[in-house]
């Protein structure tokens, strides 16, 4: 396999994980990893509400007592770690496609 198939291969796949994440989800174009080399806690924190940010910075142990007790729902759970988890796909790629 040349340098170019394995490429061409990488980037469709890239595009296709892209493809999946919801419209909503989706982030602008990023600065270039020179002009934003932090993309933790505050940069990500302003794609996410407040309560993804709670829930996807609780620990295990807090996150059981909130589901447990009916605070959150499993599924408003799963949905923030999906949501932070795009971004993260977002940012991976974006920086991937400056190099």
């Known amino acids: 396999m040349s340098t170019s198939d394995w490429q061409k291969i990488a980037a469709e796949k890239r595009d296709s994980v892209l493809g999946l994440i919801p419209e909503e989800w989706r982030i602008p174009p990023l600065p270039s990893a020179e002009q934003q080399r932090d993309v933790t806690g505050n940069y990500v924190h302003q794609y996410l509400s407040e ?3 709670t829930i ?19 599924v408003e759970v799963a949905k923030a770690f999906c949501h932070r988890a795009a971004i993260a796909h977002q940012l991976v790629w974006s920086h991937a496609q400056a190099n």
């Open 51 to 53: 309560r993804e940010v």
């Open 56 to 74: 996807t910075e609780t620990d295990a142990v807090g996150i059981v007592e909130k589901t447990s007790s009916g605070t959150w729902s499993s």
